[in-house]
DNA sequence: CGGTATCCGAAGCGATACTG
DNA sequence: CAGTATCGCTTCGGATACCG
């Protein structure tokens, strides 16, 4: 709506890509296509606590956007197969760097967060709405 | 809360983390601070459209994690810089990656989206009375 | 200057029920 | 099997007003 043309416009583009990675489930479903093509039920019972609809809320942002292909067998009963595309691969790449730099350094994030969280009951009154997890 | 220990908890650890950098104004302020600390003002207008509680609640939830630092100034008037820790400068990199691919790739993206878009009300069975409006 | 508090509409997401 | 439709709760995020 309101897009000046800054010259940051390109963060504004990359940002929306970077915010679909960003939901509730779809690094998972992403990393879980690189090892090959799924069916729905199999993606469902792979990422556990996934709910009906935003499993097909989440592939079908993911195919809008060109990183999963959806192929139907109108057998009966149906079968429907999911796969990354290339760019989806290519997506994955990066992506995945990313998700092993937040796994080999959860703990210095969480001591990080326990550091902030214990001294923030002492000084200030900040928090109460942060508490999530 | 509820955190059942299966054997893809570092995956939903991990997913914790790259949730906060797929928030709306995350990526903008660790990218600015990649060239150097920033006062509060100086991000404000450097991050086009952020209103100031999403400022200070984003930069909150990076300082709780170790990514920034905040420093407060007691001069008059009270002056606050936030600049990125090693902790941060590390994560800038996959991240950066993640939005060098963004930035080269959003033609492709966003021509699948416009195929997609395109199509959805004609060929696919799926749809065929959801199109109402 | 650098925040905090509150209100409120919008979006995210799960639960449930129904369909081809 | 692989969805879609609807509901309702929760979280996100902008607008506004006030504070040390």
């Known amino acids: ?10 963060c504004t583009r990359a940002n929306e890509v ?9 690094v998972h479903i992403v ?28 592939l079908r942002a993911l ?10 067998y109108p057998t009966v009963p149906l079968r429907v197969e999911y796969c990354l595309t290339d760019l989806g691969f290519e ?5 995945r760097a990313l998700g092993n730099w937040a796994i080999a350094n959860q703990e210095r994030v969480f ?6 969280d214990g001294q923030a009951g002492e000084t200030m009154a900040i928090n109460a709405h942060k508490e999530r997890r």
């Open 111 to 116: 001591d990080a967060r326990r550091r902030f």
């Open 31 to 58: 990393m879980l296509l690189t090892q090959g093509k799924r069916r729905f039920t199999e993606i469902e019972r792979a990422v556990d606590g996934i709910s009906r609809k935003m499993l097909t809320v989440t």
């Open 1 to 10: 709506m309101e897009q000046r043309d800054r010259p940051m416009g390109h």
């Open 18 to 26: 970077i915010s679909l990675v960003g939901d509730k489930w779809t």
């Open 63 to 72: 195919e809008r956007d060109g990183f999963v292909e959806r192929t139907v």
């Open 91 to 95: 997506m994955a790449e990066p992506l």
